[in-house]
């Protein structure tokens, strides 16, 4: 069993930062690939970035040279700096990991981005 929770969300405006945190739980430390997602209002749930354990990254482009994925496997824990926030950036932001067969979400955590 593998448990994820987010945090770091908030209200920021436009062109400010935010960092997100995702901890792993239970058997989270087995975890190699580990994401985050993106669901705004009426849209489907998108994939913003995604990491190994041993540091490869991909990138939707709509965050590309904004959004760096981080992992600290010391720590189970895995991190999206989000800087030059834009409206369109603002969803519920979903942790997510997958592992022996299975997929596994956080609760998810709202970010707003004032325009």
């Known amino acids: 069993q593998v448990q994820l929770v987010e945090s770091g969300g908030g209200l920021v405006q436009a062109g400010g930062s935010l960092r997100l945190s995702c901890v792993a739980s239970?058997?989270?430390?087995?975890?190699?690939?580990m994401g985050w997602y993106r669901q705004a209002p009426g849209k489907q749930r998108e994939l913003v970035a995604v990491?190994?354990?041993?540091?490869?990254?991909n990138y939707a482009d709509s965050v590309k040279g904004r959004f760096t994925i981080s992992r600290d496997n010391a720590k189970n824990t895995m991190y999206l700096q989000m800087n030059s926030l834009k409206p369109e950036d603002t969803a519920v932001y979903y942790c997510?990991?997958?592992?022996?067969?299975?997929?596994?979400w956080g609760q998810g955590t709202q970010v707003t981005v004032s325009s």
């Open positions: 997510h990991g997958y592992w022996n067969g299975y997929n596994y």
């Open positions: 239970g058997s989270g430390n087995s975890i190699n690939v």
């Open positions: 990491t190994t354990r041993d540091g490869s990254t």
